[in-house]
């Protein structure tokens, strides 16, 4: 079983950038879900794909991302850790005194019958346990950041591009002939925009899936437990 | 613990609005056709229609097409009589941004025509 060493906390968050950009990202992003819904998807565009993998508008996917705080899990993974902590120190001086038994015979074997699952239990299902959820909290709070990472980086590279000014200074909602002919420029830009934006979440979307289907933690059988304490510890390696 | 982390994430994906499924981008797909076809018509009778703008005092005529094209400038012999080279070229330049103005008029009033009943999805 791999495990973290008993002062073990989650790793620093990265630099968040995303709140800087956040309403300029999704007034754009809004531009986009608004071209698309008035001038509808260019067949054959890359956007098509992305729409049916996301089931949603960019600035839909977009506000999302920006509505996720990855301090939420990393401070509850901190805690855990810390607590995980208190558990192991306890743990040692209690399996000390507990095995140390200056008696024997009927009281002995039944005191063996209790104490043997609860020192197995404190010294490594529950310090398991909680290294595994911490791990899990590090993981998704790692996973929230680079979501977020991954839409700051979108804004930077396509947010004053030729498309985000088109899209701009395109007549949205003007009506007449002039927003017909330009709807069809608004709808190519807006479907740049959006398949570039999807394609800036697409990885990272795909490790969260991933951390969801297969976190970072696998069951293990810690034998019998005591009742009201559950009876399964967790392999983890919280990177 | 980890269902509890699931449900976390089962929250900020319901977050989300799912609006968008097969039957929207086929409606999508077909909205941004139809609309195209509509542009190819209203491009099409736009460079068919003439618009023809003359200046004040009917010297200078000129043709232009509901799309911007100038196909041309008419200017009567009596102008090269009465009036001096500074004053045509003020004359023939206002009546090109008059023709200007006067094509955008005439593509308005071909998408009134066209397009009445276009209604734009938001």
Do not use: N
Not at chain 1, 2 to 19: T, V
Not at chain 1, 37 to 44: A, K, L, S
Not at chain 1, 74 to 94: F, M, N
């Amino acid at each position: 079983m791999s495990r973290p060493g008993d002062g073990w906390r989650p790793a620093a968050l990265p630099d968040d950038r995303l709140d800087a950009v956040a309403a300029e990202l999704l007034d754009l992003l809004g531009l986009v879900d608004r071209a698309l819904r008035r001038y509808g998807v260019v067949p054959e565009h890359e956007i098509v794909a992305g729409l049916r993998e996301f089931a949603a508008l960019p600035g839909a996917v977009a506000a999302g991302v920006v509505d996720t705080d990855p301090r939420e899990p990393w401070h509850a993974a901190y805690e855990l850790a810390g607590r995980r902590s208190a558990v192991l120190a306890a743990a040692g001086p209690l399996a000390r005194d507990g095995d140390r038994l200056a008696w024997s015979g009927a009281g002995r074997a039944a005191y063996e019958t209790c104490w043997g699952p609860l020192s197995g239990q404190v010294a490594e299902a529950l310090p398991a346990t909680l290294a595994a959820t911490a791990s899990y909290g590090a993981h998704l709070a790692q996973w929230y950041a680079a979501l977020r990472a991954a839409l700051v980086d979108f804004f930077l590279r396509y947010g004053t591009g030729p498309a985000a000014v088109g899209l701009r200074t395109a007549p949205i909602g003007a009506g007449g002939a002039g927003e017909l002919a330009a709807g069809g420029t608004a709808a190519r830009a807006a479907a740049d925009l959006g398949a570039a934006c999807f394609a800036a979440l697409r990885p990272v979307l795909r490790a969260g899936a991933a951390l969801r289907d297969d976190p970072p933690a696998r069951p293990r059988h810690a034998g019998p437990a005591p009742s009201g304490h559950g009876g399964t510890a967790y392999e983890v390696d919280p990177g | 613990m980890t269902a509890m982390a699931h449900g976390h994430a089962t929250d900020r994906e319901a977050r989300v609005p799912r609006e968008v499924d097969e039957a929207w981008i086929e409606a999508a797909a077909e909205h941004y056709r139809r609309l195209e076809r509509c542009r190819a018509v209203l491009a099409e009778r736009a460079a068919s229609a003439d618009v023809t703008v003359r200046s004040g005092d009917g010297l200078v005529e000129i043709v232009v097409t509901a799309d911007g094209v100038f196909r041309d400038v008419r200017i009567a012999d009596s102008a090269l009589r009465t009036r001096t080279a500074g004053e045509l070229s003020r004359t023939v330049l206002a009546a090109c941004q008059q023709a200007r103005t006067a094509a955008e008029w005439a593509t308005e009033k071909l998408h009134e025509q066209l397009f009445a009943g276009l209604r734009y999805p938001d």
